[in-house]
C-alpha cells in the first residue's frame, strides 16, 4: 500500500523549498523531454534550481535531460521550465515520475505544455513532424492516481474525456499555419514501458489499436496535471518513422539528434503559443 502521508509530506517539503526561492508565482509549466533542452535561453531567468537541491526530486539519469528547474519570464508569461524528466523505465514508479508537476501545479501552474521525443507509427507523417496530442493510450501497466486520493489536490476519479484542451490544441495548429510550420500534426500517442525499443510487431500492433506516435513518457505527468485541474498541451517530435513490413534499426543517439533538430521550430511555436495565452 502507498504511504500516503510520506508521499504528501515529501510533496509539500519541496513546494515549500521551491517557494521560498521564487519571487513571484507562476501561471505556466513546460516539461522538456529527449533533446529538446534549450528552451531556457530564450527565458528571463529569475531562478535555477538543480533537480538534486530539491527535496525528494528523483535523479535525472538519462542523457539529453539536464535535470534544472528554470523559473523566469517567457513570451510575456511567468513560466516554470522543466529540463529534462524521469521514465519509468528508469526503474521510478509512475507517481515519482509525475513528483514535480504534482509541485508545480500546488505551486500555481494552470497550464501545462508536456513536450517528447516519440517515434511515428503513422505512415503519412515524416521525421521532424511536431504532433499536437489529441489524446492518448497508456501502456505503462502503472498510473500516478494510483492508491489513495488526496481530494483536496483532485478528484478520485478524473474524467478524461477531453484530456487535451481543445483551444490550446487549436491555437497551436493555428500558429503553426501562421508560422509557416506545415510539418505540424495532430495524433494519438501511446506510452510505452521501455527500455527496449519496439520490435516490428510491436509496432504493427500499435498502429492496429490507434496510435500515431510512441515514446516513453509524458503520461504520468500529463495525469497528474489533467487531476490537478491544469489545462494540458502535449507536444511530441516525431524522431524517425518505421514501417513494420521494413523496418530499419532505432538507435536512441539518432532519436535525440533528430529532436535536436526540430528544437529550434518547437521553440518558435511554443513562444508564439505562449504570447497569445488567455488565463
Known sequence: ???????????????AFIRSRISEPFEVL???????????????????????????????????HAGNLVVGTLAGKRTAILQGRFHYYEGYTAREV????????????????ITNAGGGL???FQPGNIMVLNDHINLLGDNPLRGPNIDAWGPRFPDL?????????????????????????????????GPSLETPAETRFLRMI????????????????????????????VANVNDPDHFQPILIDDIIT??????????????????????
Open 210 to 237: 490507434g496510435a500515431d506516435a510512441v515514446g516513453m513518457s509524458s503520461v504520468p505527468e500529463i495525469l497528474v496535471a489533467l487531476h490537478a485541474g491544469m489545462r494540458v498541451l502535449g507536444l511530441s517530435v
Open 122 to 124: 503513422n505512415p503519412t
Open 1 to 15: 500500500m502507498i504511504d500516503l502521508t510520506e508521499h504528501q509530506q515529501q510533496v509539500e517539503s519541496a513546494v
Open 30 to 64: 513546460i516539461q522538456l523531454g529527449t533533446g529538446l533542452g534549450e528552451l531556457a535561453r530564450a527565458m528571463q531567468v529569475d531562478c535555477s534550481l538543480n533537480y538534486a537541491d530539491i527535496p525528494y526530486f528523483p535523479e535525472a539519469t538519462v542523457a539529453s
Open 161 to 193: 474525456s477531453t484530456p487535451y484542451d481543445p483551444e490550446l490544441s487549436q491555437l497551436t495548429m493555428k500558429l503553426a499555419s501562421r508560422l509557416g510550420l506545415e510539418e505540424v500534426v495532430s495524433g494519438t500517442y501511446v506510452c510505452v514501458p
Open 258 to 279: 533528430a529532436a535536436s533538430r526540430a528544437e529550434p521550430r518547437l521553440q518558435q511555436l511554443i513562444v508564439q503559443i505562449l504570447a497569445e495565452l488567455t488565463p
Open 98 to 113: 509525475a513528483f514535480p508537476v504534482r509541485v508545480l501545479a500546488l505551486l500555481g501552474a494552470s497550464t501545462a505544455i
